[in-house]
């Protein structure tokens, strides 16, 4: 690859390159949506390794000394567009990053963590925490190796950090959680003088064909474009993308809880509909991926939470709803619905949490991983840890490990630093929807009548079409004027949470 190679033949050897590698990624992406929907599960060993073996092909083929060169040579020459030049240095980062890793390392880690599933799926079924800790401790000197490795300023967590949200540091997340908790403790203190509110129309034999039925209409009803997508049930829903042209979820039935499918299922539309509106002509480089994960999930949680959980929504969906399952909603109206699905109560476990208490999930996860990585705590510890923060925050006893520290799946993937994005999406997700209902007039109104494309269009002109252009900051910045703040969600939550509780009326967004 000489210098008198001319750069649009330069970049397509780049763009080649990347391609090819997200062709490898996202076989093994399909692979991977295979496992958890339809694959026998006699099939597992094998499977394991067949995505293993991807997996390493696509990591050593990015990490190739050859990759680096083309991207040096690149990023010297004046001649690049301003779209070749982001790709080109968000490549870069990913390279820089990538290569800090040996292989010996990535391999010892993978194995262990593999290990560490299979012990943590045993310890969760026996509730016993010794079974795992072991693991644990395995997995946590690793991930301090791993910070040293990728490297850090000022706390070995941020480098862990900064691996699912760019930039995202112990100390920004310090600044918004201290500024969260007391916020939030204030307000659940009112709610919790009120009456508490009546969630009986959702506990009721739902049938499950009938569940399944009103999900792909909504889905269909919510922008969902079946042409590029299908869904199909998991054991834990997820959304899964090959390229922006298939972007698949899944979703479970609870017959006797009708929430327990149906905003899951519009969490993950939430997902989708971001990765189907990436730029198609941008597969394999960055600027056809999301922004960060913390985006990725303002995505989800403005569709799920803002959106699927306003009285605008139940009202348009009442009728809807009613129309699959008439007997269980006679009695009942929109109002009804809306109260109900927004019922709060501190509770044990993370994914059942309504979107107040969650914060104090993510907080108590965010400060034992934090422990964890400076050595302040031990790991036999965690469990007596764990009960002094639920007592303390949501003042609930924890009965024990399998309802307690056992309940995620993310220590025994080895991802330490996952859980704060789920607090920064819902953060950046109000902060995205105050801006929204400020500049489309009479948005209420249009979210009662159906008018789920307007969100759309919105989203997709101020965020999908961007890819990962910006980091989360520089595209909350850019969209809402300012960083990241919490305000935008604690007002967001006072005024929708006092008129459930109906304790205050005024200043209220129907
Ligand atoms: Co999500």
Redo the contacts with the bound molecule.
């Keep these: 690859m000489d210098q008198l190679t001319t750069t649009p033949a330069l970049y397509e050897a780049y763009k080649k390159r990347l391609q090819e590698i997200a062709d490898i990624r996202y076989a093994t992406a399909l692979l991977q949506w295979d496992q958890e929907t339809y694959m026998p599960a006699g099939s597992i060993t094998t499977r394991s390794r067949q995505i293993a073996t991807l997996s390493e092909l696509a990591h050593a083929r990015f990490t190739e000394s050859v990759t680096g060169e083309l991207l040096t040579n690149l990023l010297e020459r004046k001649d690049l567009t301003e779209e070749q030049r982001s790709n080109l240095e968000l490549s870069q980062y990913d390279y820089q990053q990538q290569v800090k890793l040996p292989s010996g390392f990535v391999r010892e880690l993978s194995e262990t963590i593999s290990n560490s599933f299979n012990h943590w799926v045993e310890a969760r079924k026996n509730n016993s925490f010794s079974l795992f800790a072991p693991w644990l401790e395995k997995l946590v000197t690793l991930k301090r190796k791993e910070a040293e490795l990728m490297g850090y300023e000022h706390h070995p967590y941020d480098a862990l950090l900064n691996q699912y949200e760019r930039g995202c540091t112990t100390e920004l997340l310090d600044q918004l959680f201290s500024r969260l908790k007391p916020a939030l403790a204030e307000l659940l203190a009112e709610i919790k003088q009120q009456p508490q509110v009546e969630n009986r129309i959702l506990k009721q034999h739902f049938q499950e064909d009938q569940q399944w039925a009103f999900s792909m209409d909504l889905l269909e009803k919510m922008g969902y474009n079946f042409h590029f997508g299908r869904q199909d049930k998991a054991a834990h829903p997820?959304?899964i993308n090959f390229s922006s042209e298939d972007v698949r979820i899944t979703t479970r039935v609870r017959e006797e809880d009708i929430s327990y499918m149906t905003w899951s299922t519009i969490?993950?539309l939430?997902?989708a509909l971001y990765e189907l509106g990436l730029p198609n002509n941008q597969y394999g480089l960055p600027l056809g991926e999301a922004a960060s994960l913390g985006i990725?999930?303002s995505q989800?949680?403005l569709w799920?939470n803002n959106i699927g959980r306003s009285l605008a929504w139940c009202t348009h969906f009442f009728p809807v709803l009613k129309s699959y399952f008439p007997q269980q909603l006679e009695p009942y109206g929109p109002e009804d619905l809306f109260r109900a699905i927004n019922k709060v109560q501190p509770s044990l476990i993370r994914t059942e949490a309504d979107e107040l208490t969650y914060h104090f999930h993510i907080i108590i996860r965010y400060e034992v991983e934090k422990a964890l990585v400076e050595g302040s705590l031990e790991v036999n510890a965690v469990p007596e840890f764990w009960k002094q923060r639920y007592q303390h925050y949501l003042g609930i006893d924890v009965p024990d490990d399998s309802n307690g520290c056992l309940q995620d799946v993310h220590w025994s993937h080895g991802s330490f630093g996952y859980f704060p994005t789920?607090s920064l999406?819902s953060i950046y997700a109000a902060q995205f929807y105050a801006t929204l209902v400020k500049q489309v007039p009479k948005f209420e109104k249009l979210l009662q009548e159906g008018e789920f494309e307007i969100v759309k269009n919105w989203l997709s002109d101020n965020v999908y079409i961007h890819g990962r252009k910006y980091t989360s900051e520089e595209l909350c910045r850019r969209i809402t004027g300012k960083g990241i703040d919490p305000e935008d969600f604690m007002q967001y939550a006072r005024d929708k949470y006092r008129f459930i509780y109906a304790y205050k009326l005024e200043g209220i967004i129907l």
């Design positions: 997820f959304t969490h993950e939430g997902h990725h999930e989800s949680r799920e789920y999406g």
